[in-house]
């Protein structure tokens, strides 16, 4: 069965300092891997996936995620941080081929919080 | 483009009492999903729905949940007897064809339930 960990409840990180958040994953074949961002009484958006193709995966508000199959870790970075950023992000995960019984994975979240 | 429609967005009840959650998903979705939320933690998968059969329901507390999404379009969450543990973020999310590959789910911005 897969799995996703998220190991930080959550990141400070300094406006205008690029930024990190970390995902690892465990699935027994190739893995789809996404990331969602939630930001205070609304739901999940779509950030970028990774299907298959270049490691590195860009996606909406600059931000943009690097696959590393050996370490079978999908981080999510931005080069440059904006208060605007802080939210609570997602990473999750499912295998690949899509089969009738699969589903994603969610990790438990970590919350992103920019200092002005 | 409208959104993945929740409705209500807030619902407080008493223990014992019943309790529905609407979700209407974006036009030609095919693939629908509950979700639940607690506090702090990732979406859990309840139910899903390809077009209007459940074809992944192995989460949901069958004693006191039920679902329907008649005609493949619109879908209705219910909790009968609510408890107390119940309380949490209830997401719907569609997605357009799941297994077409085309699974980047869109979600609603939830209904938060309070069981009092």
């Known amino acids: 069965a897969q799995s996703v960990a998220q190991p930080e409840d959550q990141v400070n990180v300094a406006e205008g300092n690029p930024l990190t958040v970390k995902c690892t994953y465990s699935v027994s074949g190739n893995p789809y891997l996404f990331w969602y961002v939630q930001y205070p009484n609304r739901g999940l958006q779509f950030l970028l996936k990774y299907i298959t193709g270049d490691n590195l995966v860009k996606g909406s508000y600059g931000f943009e995620a690097e696959f590393n199959k050996s370490q079978t870790s999908f981080h999510l970075k931005k080069p440059s941080a904006l208060v605007s950023d802080s939210a609570l992000y997602f990473c999750a995960v499912r295998e690949i081929p899509p089969g009738r019984d699969d589903k994603i994975i969610f990790g438990k979240g970590t919350r992103l919080h920019i200092l002005p | 483009e409208a959104g993945v429609v929740q409705s209500p967005r807030y619902k407080i009840i008493e223990k014992k009492q019943p309790v529905a959650f609407w979700c209407n998903p974006i036009s030609g979705h095919n693939t629908l999903y509950w979700y639940l939320q607690n506090l702090g933690q990732g979406p859990e998968l309840l139910i899903r729905y390809e077009n209007e059969e459940a074809v992944d329901d192995s989460q949901l507390p069958k004693d006191r949940f039920s679902a329907e999404r008649l005609k493949g379009v619109d879908s209705t969450l219910k909790i009968q007897p609510a408890e107390l543990g119940d309380s949490a973020v209830y997401l719907c999310?569609?997605?357009?064809?799941?297994?077409?590959?085309?699974?980047?789910?869109?979600f609603g911005p939830g209904t938060r339930l309070t069981v009092l």
């Open positions: 999310a569609s997605s357009p064809a799941r297994l077409a590959g085309l699974d980047t789910q869109y």
